[in-house]
């Protein structure tokens, strides 16, 4: 190892209860080195977060260290005074969180809080902070810094935010940087061009960065050593590649198998869906003194049909109108025009966020005997008999019945709330990231849940997702789409082997570490991506696209198809409707 930089031996951590200490994390040796990018995965309650905030001094008061010493180049970090905390924390190590919105001060300027640890740490004047934090924000890739310090963290995006976190922790150029989950809350694109960044910094500067991630795929990209911690416990350590690859513990095996490369096939032809040229708006508020209500267009001229036992997935970024078409579909909205036919079917819908379509005063058993009353099925003792069954069928016991939702985890709530979509007996559920805000393992087992009960059920799913690994996984066919336009639709194996559009060829590099880049014929994530445009003037990835030409602003291109005779492969790309190909020269 290059030389010993953060140095953890024997940390324990414990929290008071009634029956005693709960040890959160338990003997954890872990070394990084000068320079090095250390990973810890796991998933939540496995003690990765605990362990980094320990490092950070940053654990809440009822925690206990027990026992372990925490030492950063050679000086103790444990039962050292807030004072001297201060002189270290922002000048020899920072740390970026998860959700930057809560760990930047809303009413302070973003300028004031990336300066902070300049004014503590240095004796820069005024004008000389302001000009070291616009160098800072201009480095992580962020457009008119002179104008961004004066603005607050409510008014730039997700993605510009987490950038401006970057920004503070190392514009003290840091020996140690602290990055918990830092991607996890962002779109893939973005995700992707957020890990770029950290590992441009990590060249440039040569900082040390301690990775926490629950995200596997995420370390293999980023990370040289990996440690697993299971239950407080670090159950296995070592070079990240190797052991994602070859795992040899029983949990990182289960870890690395959560997501089986399992590819789908559908043969039927029975439609239960056919959607024909949807334009879908969204009414904002009507101005005062104007009768006309004002309409956003937000989904452009959608055409496609779902078969019978299909699933159907369909990516894009956020704003590109997946969700707005889920909704549409399921009746929640009315503003739209063009043609919808649903073969009698009534669609369910499976939210993200199940805690939000479970009523927190019912029990689990009367949510889910509701639908069955709706139905009209008037015998209690019947309700209740499918009530048990469903709680069987979706993999929890029937006494479930008896417990509120909030009484159940993340992934007991989401199988819940796939449960309810089907109690009225219902084909056609359209799942909207129905596992975007679980764990790993359990994001594993709520998709095997999903893909039992579509074979044992014949159901048909539209599977919405941001997530290209649990789309290839799930899916049967593919539609990206592209500011409320499909942009491409093919067969699963035929987008994912032969990606054609330049903007789903770019969602796809986003996922590829880094070896397969050098590999593959494929399209680098711009650092910096320009504002999206809007469309009705050319093609509406225009402004990202680095193919683009003029002709692709004379109008919006059609969808072309290049598939083979029962296949179809459509994209919406001006050059491949002229026949062209891209190439890694071009
Ligand atoms: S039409 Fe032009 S701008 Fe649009 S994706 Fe194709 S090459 Fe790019």
Redesign the pocket.
Known sequence: MDKELLKIENLTIGFPTKSGIHTVVDHVNLEVGKGEIVGIVGESGSGKSMTSLAVMGLLSEEAQVSEGSIQLNGQELLGMSREERRKIQGKNMSMIFQEPMTSLNPVMKIGTQVGESLKLHTDLDKEAIRGRVIEALASVGLRNPELLVDQYPHEISGGMRQRVMIAMAIINHPDLIIADEPTTALDVTVQAQILNLLKKIHRDTGSSILFISHDLNVIKEVCQKVVVMYKGVIVERGDAKEVLKHPKHEYTRKLVASMPDQVRKSQNTKKLLEVQDLNVYYKENKKLFSSKDKRKHIIHGMSFDLYEGEILGVVGESGCGKSTLAKTIVGLNREYDGKLEMDHLKPQMVFQDPFSSLNPARKIGWILEEPLKLKGIKDKKQRKELVNQMLTEIGLDPSFANRYARELSGGQRQRISIGLSLMRGEKLIIADEPVSALDVTVQSQILRLLLKLHDEKNLTYMFISHDLNVVHHMCHRVIVMYLGRIVEMADVDELYDHPC???TRMLFDSILTDEEKETTDSITVNEILPETVDGDGG?P??GR?R???E??LSEV?TLTDIGTPGHPHLVR????AYGEKYTAAD
């Open positions: 559009h330049p903007y093609c990835f225009y696209c193919y683009a030409g002709n692709c291109p790309c001006e050059r491949i």
